[in-house]
Structures are given as structure tokens and as C-alpha cells.
């Protein structure tokens, strides 16, 4: 395992660039006031947004406090229109985005990282940007980014996206740098907390508006704090605040950090609001899943990244793919027995599905060699669950059961593996 370790470790630094470089676009750049903020600070803030048109010509509008940049380009499969900006404060209506209109099916929207926020329509079809620009505000009237949008052929529009620039590069989103384990020669073992979703993937959304993104979260934050009352551990956060942080790039964390432990934390829902199932629920990766409802939530969560606009994933060659499978088998082993414990563990703090031990092919446990689970802490269409999980008292006792999971489980792979790897 040792000798494997190293081996993709070199692999994933000659194809680092590759990771990250987004995909074309045709796009059109458009600037008006040249005047940086901090990262920090919002560069705009966005009070309202609209559709207007018909499947003839679509107009997207976005009213804003000020002029900035932004960048918007298309990609296909699905059919999408994505426009980068820096860092916009959102102060849209609760519903903006879930109704569209004319060639957009709808829209999203959020931060990115620190510094940068990003905007995703949604297309019925092929389209091209006819018109991308700011107007200045004049009269009483809001500064507005317009985005005009007509339809084209699939032809037309795969040849605009090799004609057009790329996108500009973006920074990849920061892990947590406070406890990255190369900051000291420190030897204890690395635990990764994910807290699914971010920025403009909120997740899930309970009945009365509560985004799964924000649940997750809280309860990262807090186990977070209970593992490292511990002083067994050092944790890296994938992320500490409303950031969008793609799949691929939350894997890249967790092998930079050269983790012994991948905890990806989720909310479940189901789509007829079922308030009848409740529970947590712990998944491993699997190739096939281990049932229906396992396969459903895979799809969805492996989603996020064409929800985000631009895809960083990448495929690993013949060779690598070798490597990757001899890594995965003793990884697989190291995950179904941490997934084992966290259940025994949970039973005492919470209450479990009914099934809640599964598997199915999430994108984000795809580390070959960081041992990873994803756990769905309940079901926000559950009115019980909500209710507890956005209870202090409820994130406390659960943080504290997944924290004897991650002692016992570090406990008795060391006892196995020291001196060997």
C-alpha cells in the first residue's frame, strides 16, 4: 500500500494541471468600472433578477448596486449558460431561479469561493449569447448585467465552443489552512470533514426554506470541534463558509492532505416530502448500489458539478486505472469498517433508517486511497429530523458518537498497520 500510495501520488501531480483547467465556452467578456475589492468583500450586491422573452430570444437581467466584471459562456450536456463574477451578495427573492421562462428551464445562483460567484442557466435547448453587457445605472434605476439569449442548432453550437476563448481561470477553493497537516511535522492522523453542497448548490431545501448546505455545515463545524477536543487528530475542513467547492477538487483535499479519513456529511430528502422516513443513514462506494433509493441519492449528489456549470472532473488512463484498483481494494476494506463502527456508534445518539448501512457510487468517495464515507445525517422532509437537525443539543450528542466511531476506528487500524506502511 506504501509503494501504491506513492505511485498515485506522483500521478496526481503530472496531471494536476489537467484537474483544474475548466471547460470551453462560448462566451462573450464584457467589463464596465475597473476597481477591485477584497476578496473579502463584496465586489456588488444583487437585488432582483427576471426573465423576459419567448423561445424566439430569452432576456436575463440581474439588478445590481454597482458595475462590475463578469464573464458568460455556454456548455453543453446539459445545455447550459454559466456567467462568473466576482464576489456578488444575493439578495434575491426565496423563489428566484425555480421557474424559467422562454429558453431558460431556470437558474441558480451563489459563491463560488472566496472572491468569485457564479450564475447557471439552465437551457431547454442549444442557444448562443447573442448580448452580454452592464448597464450603468442612471435615473433612479439599478446598475443591470443582460444576458440575451437566442437558440441555434447543436452543430452552431458545439463549433461557438471550440471558436470562442475559454473562460477565465479561476483559483482553486481554499481547503481549511489552518490545520493542513504539511503546516508542522505533526504525525497524528489526518481526518477530512466535507460538509456537502455550498455557494449556489444549496442540496436539499426543507419546507420552510432551511438549505441542506447550511444543516451540514453547522454540524461539520461542530464535529469539527469534538475531534479536535480530542488532541488525537488534525482536521481539514473542504470548507468553512457558503462556498461552492467541486467534487473532484474535495477528493483532491483529502489525498493532499494525505488523510486517513474521509467524512462527507449530507442531508437526504425525498421528493414526495414522505415525512414516514427518517433516519441516518451511512454510504460506502460501491460500483452497483446497494438498492434503488442508493442509486437515486448517487445521481443526485453526483450532480453537483454540472449544477456548478463547469465540470473538473477528469478520467484516469489504462495504467493509473490499475494503480487505482489495487489502492481501492485495501480502501474499500479500511471504509466498510469505519462505516460498521459509525452505525454501532449512531444507534446510541440517533435515530437510523431503517437500512442504515449502504453503498452506491458517489463521486466524492472516490478517493483510491483515503478510506471514505458519506453520511446522510436524516431527512429534511421529515419534520422530526429537521427539527433535530437543527437542534445544538442534537448536533452535540451525534458529533460526539462519530467522534468515538473515528477513535475506534483509528484505534484498531493503527494496531494493524504501523510498522507496515
Do not use: C
Request: proline residues 5%; aromatic residues 6%; hydrophobic residues 40%.
Amino acid at each position: 500500500m506504501k509503494h501504491v500510495r506513492r505511485i498515485l501520488l506522483a500521478l496526481a501531480v503530472l496531471s494536476a494541471g489537467v484537474a483544474s483547467a475548466p471547460a470551453a465556452g462560448a462566451g462573450a467578456r464584457a467589463s464596465a468600472g475597473q476597481a477591485e475589492t477584497p476578496p473579502a468583500h463584496n465586489a456588488a450586491d444583487a437585488s432582483d433578477a427576471r426573465l423576459g422573452g419567448d423561445e424566439k430570444r430569452t432576456r436575463f437581467i440581474v439588478d445590481l448596486s454597482n458595475n462590475i466584471e463578469f464573464f458568460a459562456f455556454t456548455l453543453p450536456d446539459p445545455y447550459r449558460v454559466v456567467i462568473d463574477l466576482p464576489q456578488v451578495g444575493f439578495h434575491l427573492p426565496a423563489k428566484a431561479g425555480k421557474e424559467g421562462r422562454g429558453l431558460v428551464k431556470a437558474y441558480r445562483y451563489g459563491l463560488m469561493m472566496p472572491g468569485g460567484s457564479r450564475i447557471v442557466l439552465d437551457a431547454t435547448g442549444p442557444v448562443r449569447i447573442d448580448k452580454a453587457f452592464i448597464l450603468d445605472a442612471i435615473e433612479g434605476q439599478p446598475a443591470r448585467l443582460v444576458i440575451d439569449l437566442v437558440p441555434v442548432d447543436r452543430e452552431t453550437f458545439m463549433r461557438n465552443l471550440a471558436l470562442q476563448a475559454k473562460p477565465p481561470r479561476q483559483s482553486q477553493p481554499k481547503a481549511d489552512r489552518e490545520s493542513r497537516a504539511e503546516d508542522s511535522g505533526d504525525i497524528r492522523p489526518v481526518v477530512v470533514i466535507d460538509p456537502g453542497h455550498g455557494g449556489l448548490d444549496a442540496g436539499t431545501t426543507a419546507g420552510g426554506g432551511e438549505a441542506e448546505k447550511s444543516i451540514v455545515l453547522d454540524f461539520a463545524t461542530e464535529l469539527r470541534r469534538r475531534l479536535e477536543q480530542t488532541e488525537k487528530f488534525r482536521v481539514v475542513m473542504t470548507r468553512t463558509d457558503d462556498s461552492f467547492v467541486p467534487l473532484g477538487e474535495r477528493v483532491r483535499i483529502a489525498r493532499a492532505a494525505k488523510a486517513g479519513l474521509f467524512i462527507s456529511v449530507h442531508a437526504d430528502a425525498l421528493a414526495r416530502r414522505d415525512a414516514e422516513t427518517r433516519g441516518a443513514t451511512v454510504y460506502t462506494l460501491s460500483d452497483q448500489a446497494s438498492d434503488d433509493e442508493a442509486a437515486r441519492l448517487a445521481e443526485s449528489e453526483n450532480k453537483a458539478d454540472a449544477i456548478a456549470g463547469v465540470d473538473l472532473s477528469t478520467e484516469p488512463g489504462e495504467i493509473a486505472d490499475i494503480l487505482i484498483d489495487l489502492a481501492q481494494r485495501e480502501t474499500r476494506t479500511f471504509s466498510t469498517q469505519f462505516a460498521r463502527t459509525l452505525v454501532t456508534e449512531l444507534k446510541a445518539a440517533a435515530r437510523l433508517h431503517k437500512h442504515p448501512l449502504r453503498s452506491a457510487g458517489f463521486k466524492v468517495l472516490k478517493a483510491p486511497d483515503v478510506p471514505s464515507v458519506l453520511l446522510e445525517l436524516g431527512y429534511v422532509s421529515s419534520p422530526h429530523d429537521l427539527k433535530l437537525m437543527t437542534s445544538e443539543a442534537w448536533r452535540g450528542r451525534v458529533a460526539d458518537a462519530i467522534t468515538r466511531a473515528v477513535v475506534a476506528f483509528f484505534g484498531s487500524k493503527l494496531a494493524r498497520t504501523v510498522g507496515t506502511n
